[in-house]
């Protein structure tokens, strides 16, 4: 049965950035569907590209999608620039409250080859859409799995294994 997907991404926030990591791994997800037909019809997969880097502006827009949606799956991104891998964030705080996603992160990072977990989803606007994406699903007892990927920058020899890693992150929380 194919699941409904809803996948984030950011707008760029600095002056020497040209785009967003997050949203371009976004846009090869978008083309890898559009070129291969298997995974096309598989997934129904929903884009909600480019989110200000805005606290209450990408949450609000985040949790509105959500309430249209009803997705199944969540899965937010954001860009890393300092890393060099992706990374699936464990949890997210917001002051001294913690909500750690229900998705069971080692097993679905398990054999991937460009992936790792995080517990540090960067006291900033991603980790801040994180918590409000949780906690909105964990208050209203809602049964879609969440999880938010830190992508770092993609270049020509990352660009296939964080493709693939990402593909099958998504492949593994269908189901």
């Known amino acids: 049965m194919s699941k409904k997907i809803l996948l984030t991404s950011?707008?760029?926030?600095?002056p020497h950035q040209k785009s967003n990591?997050?949203?371009?791994?976004?846009?090869?997800?978008?083309?890898?569907?559009?070129?291969?037909?298997?995974?096309?019809?598989s997934h129904s997969l929903t884009f909600l590209?480019?989110?200000?880097?805005?606290?209450?502006?990408?949450?609000?827009r985040a949790i509105a999608q959500i309430d249209l949606l009803?997705?199944?799956?969540?899965?937010?991104?954001?860009?890393?620039?300092?890393?060099?891998?992706l990374t699936v964030e464990s949890n997210a705080s917001l002051g001294n409250?913690?909500?750690?996603?229900?998705?069971?992160?080692p097993k679905l990072i398990s054999d991937l080859k460009v992936t790792e977990i995080s517990h540090e989803a960067g006291k900033f606007v991603c980790e801040a859409l994180y918590y409000s994406a949780l906690k909105?699903?964990?208050?209203?007892?809602?049964n879609s799995r969440c999880v938010f990927v830190h992508v770092p920058i993609i270049?020509?020899?990352?660009?296939?294994?964080?493709r693939a890693d990402f593909s099958e992150i998504i492949n593994r929380l269908a189901i």
């Not at 909105?136 to 809602?142: C, N, T």
Request: hydrophobic share 35%; proline share 5%.
């Open 10 to 14: 950011f707008t760029t926030w600095l």
């Open 21 to 41: 990591s997050s949203d371009n791994l976004l846009i090869e997800i978008a083309q890898t569907g559009q070129n291969n037909p298997s995974l096309a019809t």
């Open 49 to 60: 590209r480019h989110l200000p880097v805005d606290v209450e502006k990408a949450s609000s």
């Open 70 to 85: 009803q997705p199944d799956i969540i899965i937010c991104c954001g860009m890393a620039e300092k890393r060099r891998i």
């Open 97 to 105: 409250h913690l909500i750690e996603t229900w998705v069971d992160v």
């Open 136 to 142: 909105y699903l964990r208050d209203r007892q809602l």
């Open 155 to 162: 270049t020509p020899d990352n660009l296939s294994d964080i």
